[in-house]
Protein backbone atom coordinates (compact mmCIF):
# COMPACT_ATOMS: atom_id res chain seq x y z
CA UNK A 1 0.00 0.00 0.00
CA UNK A 2 1.52 3.19 -0.98
CA UNK A 3 -0.29 6.63 0.56
CA UNK A 4 1.03 10.21 -0.06
CA UNK A 5 0.70 12.85 2.24
CA UNK A 6 0.28 16.55 0.83
CA UNK A 7 0.96 19.41 2.92
CA UNK A 8 1.65 23.26 2.28
CA UNK A 9 -1.70 24.38 0.50
CA UNK A 10 -3.36 27.64 1.38
CA UNK A 11 -4.66 31.46 0.57
CA UNK A 12 -1.99 33.46 -0.40
CA UNK A 13 -2.06 37.08 -2.61
CA UNK A 14 -1.36 37.55 -6.04
CA UNK A 15 2.64 37.68 -5.94
CA UNK A 16 3.41 35.71 -3.19
CA UNK A 17 4.84 32.44 -2.30
CA UNK A 18 3.75 28.60 -1.27
CA UNK A 19 5.69 25.67 -1.21
CA UNK A 20 3.71 22.34 -1.18
CA UNK A 21 4.99 19.08 0.44
CA UNK A 22 4.01 15.52 -0.80
CA UNK A 23 5.70 12.60 1.40
CA UNK A 24 5.36 8.85 -0.28
CA UNK A 25 5.30 5.80 2.07
CA UNK A 26 4.66 2.57 2.46
CA UNK A 27 6.07 -0.30 -0.35
CA UNK A 28 7.72 2.05 -3.08
CA UNK A 29 9.69 0.29 -5.92
CA UNK A 30 10.94 1.81 -8.81
CA UNK A 31 10.36 5.16 -9.11
CA UNK A 32 10.00 6.71 -12.52
CA UNK A 33 8.82 10.05 -11.43
CA UNK A 34 7.26 12.38 -9.05
CA UNK A 35 5.19 15.40 -9.72
CA UNK A 36 2.40 17.77 -9.23
CA UNK A 37 -0.74 17.97 -11.40
CA UNK A 38 -3.49 20.81 -11.00
CA UNK A 39 -7.07 21.01 -12.00
CA UNK A 40 -8.84 23.91 -11.82
CA UNK A 41 -12.56 24.15 -11.95
CA UNK A 42 -14.33 23.72 -15.33
CA UNK A 43 -10.78 22.76 -16.38
CA UNK A 44 -9.02 19.24 -17.29
CA UNK A 45 -5.94 18.37 -14.81
CA UNK A 46 -2.63 19.36 -16.13
CA UNK A 47 0.78 18.77 -15.66
CA UNK A 48 2.74 21.55 -13.21
CA UNK A 49 5.92 19.79 -12.93
CA UNK A 50 7.81 16.51 -12.91
CA UNK A 51 10.74 15.14 -11.52
CA UNK A 52 11.88 11.91 -13.17
CA UNK A 53 14.44 9.81 -11.25
CA UNK A 54 17.49 10.26 -13.83
CA UNK A 55 16.65 14.17 -12.64
CA UNK A 56 15.19 15.47 -15.65
CA UNK A 57 12.71 18.20 -15.04
CA UNK A 58 9.20 18.98 -16.91
CA UNK A 59 7.33 22.28 -16.84
CA UNK A 60 3.60 23.74 -18.05
CA UNK A 61 5.06 26.52 -20.02
CA UNK A 62 2.95 28.76 -17.60
CA UNK A 63 4.87 28.12 -14.50
CA UNK A 64 7.81 28.14 -15.86
CA UNK A 65 10.63 30.51 -14.03
CA UNK A 66 8.20 30.66 -11.29
CA UNK A 67 7.79 27.28 -9.78
CA UNK A 68 10.26 25.00 -8.31
CA UNK A 69 10.11 20.92 -8.41
CA UNK A 70 12.91 19.15 -5.88
CA UNK A 71 12.98 15.87 -4.23
CA UNK A 72 14.64 14.91 -1.08
CA UNK A 73 15.48 10.97 -1.95
CA UNK A 74 16.33 10.16 1.69
CA UNK A 75 12.51 10.61 2.32
CA UNK A 76 10.66 9.95 -0.59
CA UNK A 77 9.46 13.40 -0.58
CA UNK A 78 9.06 15.73 -3.58
CA UNK A 79 8.05 19.58 -3.31
CA UNK A 80 7.07 22.59 -4.76
CA UNK A 81 8.14 25.82 -4.68
CA UNK A 82 6.07 28.08 -5.87
CA UNK A 83 6.63 32.15 -6.72
CA UNK A 84 5.26 35.24 -8.03
CA UNK A 85 1.63 33.81 -7.59
CA UNK A 86 -1.00 34.23 -9.75
CA UNK A 87 -4.63 33.94 -9.50
CA UNK A 88 -5.04 31.85 -12.67
CA UNK A 89 -2.40 29.67 -10.35
CA UNK A 90 -5.49 29.10 -8.27
CA UNK A 91 -6.48 25.22 -8.30
CA UNK A 92 -6.50 21.55 -6.34
CA UNK A 93 -2.93 20.60 -6.60
CA UNK A 94 -2.42 17.25 -6.74
CA UNK A 95 0.86 14.42 -5.89
CA UNK A 96 1.80 11.89 -8.11
CA UNK A 97 3.98 8.98 -8.21
CA UNK A 98 4.77 6.93 -10.90
CA UNK A 99 6.54 3.68 -10.64
CA UNK A 100 6.83 0.35 -12.45
CA UNK A 101 9.64 -1.50 -14.35
CA UNK A 102 7.86 -2.76 -17.53
CA UNK A 103 4.85 -0.65 -17.29
CA UNK A 104 3.99 2.67 -15.72
CA UNK A 105 1.82 3.01 -12.34
CA UNK A 106 0.31 5.99 -11.26
CA UNK A 107 -0.54 6.78 -7.59
CA UNK A 108 -2.13 10.00 -6.81
CA UNK A 109 -2.29 12.33 -3.61
CA UNK A 110 -5.57 13.90 -2.10
CA UNK A 111 -5.06 17.03 -3.46
CA UNK A 112 -4.15 20.31 -1.72
CA UNK A 113 -6.11 23.53 -2.26
CA UNK A 114 -4.01 26.32 -3.82
CA UNK A 115 -6.27 30.23 -3.69
CA UNK A 116 -4.30 33.07 -5.27
CA UNK A 117 -6.44 36.12 -4.38
CA UNK A 118 -5.85 39.43 -6.59
Do not use: H
Not at 37 to 66: C, F, M
Not at 96 to 104: C, I, S, W, Y
Amino acid sequence: QVQLAESGGGLVQAGGSLRLSCAASGSIFSINAMGWYRQAPGKQRELVARLTSNGSTNYADSVKGRFTISRDNAKNTVYLQMNALKPEDTAVYVCNLRVGRLADYDYWGQGAQVTVSS
